[in-house]
Structures are given as C-alpha cells and as structure tokens.
C-alpha cells in the first residue's frame, strides 16, 4: 500500500507539474505537508477532555479535507475564479470532507465487513477514537481512560464498542456530518446557479447517505 501510494504521488507531482502554474502547485502542496502533520496527529491523544475533539476535528482535515478543500480552490483558480470564488470552493471542499470521514467513521461502527469491503471497528483496533467514541464519552466517561492506553487492554475494544451503541454517539455524529453537508451547500449555492453547482449540491447526498 505504501509502494502504491508513493507511485500515485509521483505521478500526481508530475501532472502538476506540467500545469506550470505557481500558485496551484503551493496549493496542492500544502494537501502533502497536511496529510503529514495528520498523520502525526493521529498518533496522540489529548488528555485534556475538552481539547479532544477539537483535536480530532483538525486531524480529520488535515488527513482527509484538506485533499478536497485545497483541490477545489486549485479547480477554481485555474478556472479564472477571483479570491471570492476560490473560498467559496475552499469552504466547499473543506465541509465536504469533514462529513466524509465523520461518515466514515460512523459506518466503523455499522455497516458490516462485506458492505464497507474492509474490516469493522478498525479505528478501535487502531487505538483511534473516533467521533462517535468521543460523543459516547458524554455517557460512559468509562472510555476516557481507554483512549489515553488505545485500547490496548484486554476487552477495551468490545467494551468500547457497545458503549458506542449505547450511546447517542452515532446519532450526534450523523448530525454533525449532515451540518457540514448543509454548510457545503449554503456555500455552493451562492455562485451563480447551474448544472454543475446542481451536481456540487448532489454530491452532498451522496456523501451523507453512503452506505460503504
């Protein structure tokens, strides 16, 4: 997977390249430094209860948004978009990808293995908590302790999990990734009205409603 992944950006470094403009190569190249830093990120925990999900949020972009944000606001100025309408895509990317990985997270939780065409609770086996982890701490502060050994112990992770479904953890982040879809949308739909802002707005839906 890492020879793969090291192949795909060469080649994407070299299509960049050859666009010879600048300011979209600084864009697209800060998506690498981000994914970076996420991964970094990733790697602790905050022990500070209240600074966890902040921490998480800032994860999730940079590992996953930051992708989407940056390659919008790229298509837009290589369009010919002014700063206005290169925020707009930026915003537009940016919100689309945070539901993205929320959504992701959640099927983590529900779908099963064949739907999701992987292993579930992977993030638990990880020692990652996810969303819906850091919402079910609300009702069972029984996981905070988890987190910081990543549920390294034995029993942790199916413990971890049916706390989970105990909780309202995976409604609230549900409700969290349809904010961001509707944040995307309120966005987009202040560019001039057309086919492909229509489709902008659909994909929203797919995003939101993704079963794998």
Do not use: W
Request: neutral net charge; charged residues 25%; hydrophobic residues 40%.
């Amino acid at each position: 997977a890492v020879m793969a992944g090291d192949y795909i950006l060469s080649v994407a470094s070299t299509m960049l390249a050859r666009i010879r403009n600048e300011e979209a190569i600084v864009m697209l190249s800060q998506v690498l430094s981000d994914l970076v830093q996420g991964e970094f990120m990733q790697l602790g925990s905050k022990e500070n209860e209240n600074e966890r999900f902040a921490h998480y949020l800032k994860k999730t972009f940079k590992k996953t948004a930051s992708l989407l944000a940056y390659s919008c606001k790229a298509v837009a100025l290589l369009s010919g978009g002014d700063e206005n309408v290169q925020e707009v895509a930026f915003q537009y990317g940016r919100n689309v990808g945070i539901a993205f990985q929320l959504v992701d997270d959640l099927l983590d939780f529900v779908s099963s293995s064949n739907m999701m065409g992987k292993p579930t609770a992977t993030d638990l086996k990880l020692g990652l908590a996810t969303a819906p982890v850091l919402f079910a701490c609300e009702k069972f502060p029984e996981l905070n302790p988890m987190i910081m050994r990543r549920f390294q112990e034995p029993g942790d992770v199916h413990k971890a999990f049916e706390f989970v479904h105990k909780s309202d953890g995976l409604e609230q982040t549900q409700f969290l990734a349809r904010q961001h879809c509707e944040e995307a949308i309120r966005v987009i739909s202040s560019l001039k009205p057309s086919s492909e802002q229509k489709a902008l707005i659909t994909l929203t839906d797919k995003v939101l409603n993704r079963m794998k």
